[in-house]
């Protein structure tokens, strides 16, 4: 092993099993707050990267909307912003992403625990090539919930004023039901638990990109540049 520390790809690939992109295609973790703009910037990445989107929270809202039989047992969570239980989400992701035939894949939303996040590293055929994080200021955030418009058809999340829907799909969009102030806040105390859970799993293979006070596009760009490999 390699005697430098932070900066050493040796180091990382022996320490956390993440392998770079040239190795063996995109497999991203997004990870971050409420609101940090994980979906927004997944939007971007699958058509700059032509990455599968695995986002957990709309694999869920899908259950709830199609009335399945998971929908009775995970509503009650999502209403209040609290997680679903491990037992649930784990087999529910690992096992979509194991059925993709897409290369090249992001996920958001997942790890969420340390289990999650210790099932993920335990799954080695699903070796992460980056993990990203993107680092908010929760009350910028807060505020910025409030003009988030999703679209139950494809997925994607826009904004009234930074991302507004296009024309076309702008009847369509809604309101999600867990964008209210005192659901985000729940949902903030539960990620700044688990957030360093997370970390101790993954160490010093996540890369965090501050996105204080950045549009969209700029955030973008300094994502780009972690998948790139030009960050500094
Ligand atoms: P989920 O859907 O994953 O919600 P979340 O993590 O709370 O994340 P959000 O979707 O709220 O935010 P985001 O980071 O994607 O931000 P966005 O891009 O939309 O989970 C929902 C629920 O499902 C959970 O509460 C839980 O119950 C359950 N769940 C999900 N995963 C689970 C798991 N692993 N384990 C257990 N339970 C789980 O951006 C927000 C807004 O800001 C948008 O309007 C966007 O247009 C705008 N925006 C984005 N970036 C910028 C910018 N730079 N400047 C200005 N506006 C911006």
Redesign the pocket.
Known sequence: MCSCRDKCSANRKESTEVLSAADRGIHLV?L????????????HLSAKYGLAHI???????DELTRGTKLAAE?KG??D???????S??IDL?INHVKGLESPNWML??????AS?AKALKAAKELYLTHIIE?Q?DQEA?VK??G????DPTTGN???????PPPADIADRVII?D??KEE??RE?FV??EKNKKLIADTFGDAVTVVS?EG??????SARVDAVIDGRQE
């Open positions: 997004l971050g707050a409420p609101g940090a703009g994980k979906g927004t910037q997944a939007k986002s957990s929270g709309n694999l869920l809202r995970i969570y999502m209040k912003g609290q997680l679903v239980p491990d649930i989400i992701i958001d939303g997942f790890p969420r625990t999650q993107l908010v955030v910025r919930l003009g988030r418009r999703f999340t826009y904004h009234v004023d930074f991302d999600r867990d964008d659901v985000i949902r539960i990620y996105c950045l549009s969209i596009e700029e955030v």
